[in-house]
Every structure is written in structure tokens, then in C-alpha cells.
């Protein structure tokens, strides 16, 4: 069984306001936050469609609306450790598939994401969780990970100020590279950062193409591919 810091049970509730909180002075709901980092995905994937996608550590599903608009077709199932969290996704998504990450079938899925979920498990346990991600996935597949950039100063103070990121350990773009070169088993095919503007920017969104490269994004995203050891 995964390991997390925080007990999201407590704020089933109580997320999406928690997280807007955080936010401050930056205004928008958190799905805009969570809409853009399927849109990041999607322009990834360019010309392929996967036909499985896994949700790790879902929480209460603020990715799943929009993974089932760019992805219509794909069965998406959601993994995660707070029970109450996935009892509150199914009501709202009925068409997802649920149950903890012990259930995965090896090399049951082509695209596994992760978002915002490695700075909420302790150091220690991380390789451990990303070999269950490698295991789920299959040849080919792509292992996708969002997370936030330690380096924004904004960032960090976002993190700072919400309450279930207390105690986390932020993750740099290249430590993470570096982590997944210990588990073995998969090859980066592209990264880079994004969230540079607010929702009240939305409207230069399409600039951030132009600076993905610079480590001033909100978050940073890798894309993974696994391959045969």
C-alpha cells in the first residue's frame, strides 16, 4: 500500500475550497489549473490516442473531466489511497473505474498519470510507487508527471499556505529525472514548464510554448515512455 503525507479523507469536502484558498490573489477555480495540465498532456500525445488511462492518486478527480474530454473513447480508471476521496469521484464520474493502487494489472494501462502526487509521498517510499506505476503500464506506454516547480517563488508560497501540502518535500524538474533513472524501465521523451500566468492571463496561454524551457512555470511536466530493461 502507497504511503502519503496528509490525510485526505479529511478534506473530501472541503478540497476544491482549500485549494482556492491557497491560491490568494491569483483568482480562478482550481479547474483551470487542472484543465491546463490536460491540455499539456493532450499536446504531448499529439497523434496518439491511449485507449487506458490511469489516474494515480486521483484524489477526488479534478483531472478526470477533462481527461475524458480530450480522451472521449479511453477508459479511465482512478487509483488512490483515501477510500473517501475515490467514494466521492465515482458519484460524480460513474463511468470511472476505482480501487487502490494494489489493484493494478500489470501492463494494464498505455498512460498513467500523476498529478501533483510525488511531493506527497515521503522520500523514501517514491521509488517504490513509481515501480508500481512502471508495472501497471505497458510496453510503450507513457508514464506522465506533473509536479510543482520548487524553484517559483510563487509556487512555494502557494504550497506554504495549503493546508494538506503541509510537511511535503517539493520535487525539482531534474531530481525527478533523476528518480526515475534509479527505478529503470523507461526513456524521457519530453518535459518542460508551464503555468507562467494566471487565470486573469489566460488569453497569453499560447506563449507558454515559447518558454517552456525556462524554469520559472508554476509547475513542471516529464513524460516518460517504458521500455524494455
Known amino acids: 500500500m502507497d504511503e502519503s503525507i496528509g490525510d485526505f479523507d479529511e478534506y473530501v469536502n472541503s478540497y476544491s475550497g482549500e485549494l482556492e484558498k491557497a491560491l490568494g490573489g491569483l483568482g480562478g477555480e482550481s479547474s483551470y489549473f487542472a484543465r491546463r495540465k490536460v491540455k499539456v498532456l493532450a499536446e504531448s500525445l499529439v497523434g496518439?490516442?491511449?485507449?487506458?488511462?490511469?489516474?494515480?492518486?486521483s484524489g477526488i478527480g479534478a483531472l478526470i473531466p477533462h481527461l475524458h474530454e480530450y480522451f472521449p473513447n479511453a477508459q479511465i480508471i482512478a487509483t488512490d489511497i483515501s477510500q473517501l476521496s475515490l467514494e466521492h469521484l465515482q458519484k460524480k464520474y460513474p463511468y470511472v473505474q476505482i480501487g487502490s493502487p494494489d489493484m493494478l494489472v500489470s501492463q494494464s494501462c498505455d498512460l498513467v498519470v500523476m498529478s501533483c502526487v510525488i511531493h506527497h509521498i515521503p522520500v523514501d517510499s517514491r521509488m517504490d510507487v513509481l515501480r508500481r506505476a512502471n508495472s501497471?503500464?505497458?510496453?510503450?506506454?507513457?508514464?506522465?508527471?506533473?509536479?510543482?516547480?520548487?524553484?517559483?517563488p510563487i509556487t512555494r508560497r502557494i504550497v506554504s499556505n495549503c493546508i494538506f501540502d503541509e510537511g511535503v518535500k517539493l520535487i525539482t524538474k531534474k531530481s525527478l529525472r533523476t528518480l526515475i533513472k534509479r527505478v529503470g524501465g523507461f526513456s524521457r521523451v519530453n518535459s518542460g514548464y508551464f503555468l507562467f500566468f494566471p487565470p486573469?492571463?489566460?488569453?497569453?496561454?499560447?506563449?507558454?510554448?515559447?518558454?517552456?524551457?525556462?524554469?520559472?512555470?508554476?509547475?513542471?511536466?516529464?513524460?516518460?515512455?517504458?521500455?524494455?530493461?
Open 200 to 229: 486573469a492571463l489566460k488569453n497569453l496561454v499560447f506563449l507558454e510554448a515559447l518558454v517552456s524551457w525556462l524554469p520559472l512555470g508554476g509547475q513542471h511536466f516529464t513524460r516518460f515512455t517504458k521500455i524494455c530493461d
Open 136 to 152: 501497471a503500464l505497458s510496453y510503450g506506454g507513457s508514464l506522465c508527471i506533473f509536479e510543482h516547480n520548487p524553484i517559483n
Open 48 to 57: 496518439q490516442l491511449p485507449s487506458v488511462i490511469c489516474d494515480y492518486g
